[in-house]
């Protein structure tokens, strides 16, 4: 069955730290690669999403992930944290070809702390 | 613009109830998707929608059924209500039914007693 796994749970990070989470998906073909953000209190909104092109994909608030086909891998990455980043991370999947086109997998979620 | 929205926020049910959720997606939008979200887990989808038709099913049992409406508009019905259905009720909605980033409302937290 197509999933995707996030690595981490739970990550806590001073501020000015950098940050990178994980996330893999298990299908063997074309997929769209989005990357959700919860903060407190607040709907999942979306951060960056990767259809095709450049596998770098820049998104907002300064976030950026990278898509290496090989590794099925679409890992999140922030140079430098703030305090209001403190949120829950969802990594998600189309594959193309579903028969659920509108179908969005979703990892378990990462929930990111980080300390002033 | 207004984004996804969803009513009620909050809803209380007994065991065995029938419950109906509501979302209105953006404008101009024209398909709905529904997520079930368990504490602690990530969103797990239930149905999606375009113009009035159902275009994808996840592994939910048939007491969850959905429609759309001609404004696009859209209900989920969960009948014969378990312990086990308490959860926040996602409805996201995306410009068609292709692969399409999908924009969430606030959604509804069922507790079932």
């Known amino acids: 069955a197509q999933s995707v796994s996030q690595h981490n749970h739970h990550v806590i990070l001073s501020e000015a730290a950098s940050l990178e989470l994980g996330c893999n998906y298990s299908?063997?073909?074309?997929?769209?690669l989005f990357w959700y953000v919860q903060y407190p209190g607040q709907h999942l909104q979306l951060l960056l999403k990767?259809?095709?092109?450049?596998?770098l994909v820049k998104g907002i608030k300064g976030f950026e992930a990278e898509f290496i086909k090989s590794k099925f891998s679409f890992n999140l990455r922030k140079p430098s944290v703030q305090w209001s980043d403190t949120a829950e991370y969802f990594c998600?999947?189309?594959?193309?070809?579903?028969?659920?086109?509108?179908?969005?997998?979703f990892g378990q979620g990462t929930t990111l702390q980080v300390k002033p | 613009d207004a984004g996804v929205t969803q009513s009620p926020t909050h809803l209380i049910k007994t065991r065995g109830q029938h419950v109906t959720l509501r979302c209105s997606p953006i404008?101009?939008?024209?398909?709905v998707s529904w997520y079930q979200q368990v504490l602690g887990q990530g969103p797990q989808f239930i149905f999606q929608?375009?113009?009035?038709?159902?275009?994808g099913r996840g592994n939910f049992p048939d007491r969850f059924s959905a429609r759309q409406f001609p404004n696009y508009s859209s209900e989920l019905n969960v009948n014969a209500l378990l312990l086990g259905d308490s959860a926040l009720y996602l409805c996201?909605?995306?410009?068609?039914?292709?692969?399409?980033?999908?924009?969430f409302g606030p959604g509804t937290r069922l507790t079932v007693t």
């Open positions: 996201a909605s995306s410009l068609t039914a292709t692969p399409y980033e999908q924009y």
């Open positions: 299908y063997g073909g074309t997929v769209n």
């Open positions: 990767y259809f095709s092109g450049d596998p």
């Open positions: 998600a999947v189309i594959p193309y070809g579903s028969s659920n086109t509108g179908k969005l997998i």
């Open positions: 404008s101009g939008h024209k398909s």
């Open positions: 929608y375009y113009e009035k038709e159902e275009r």
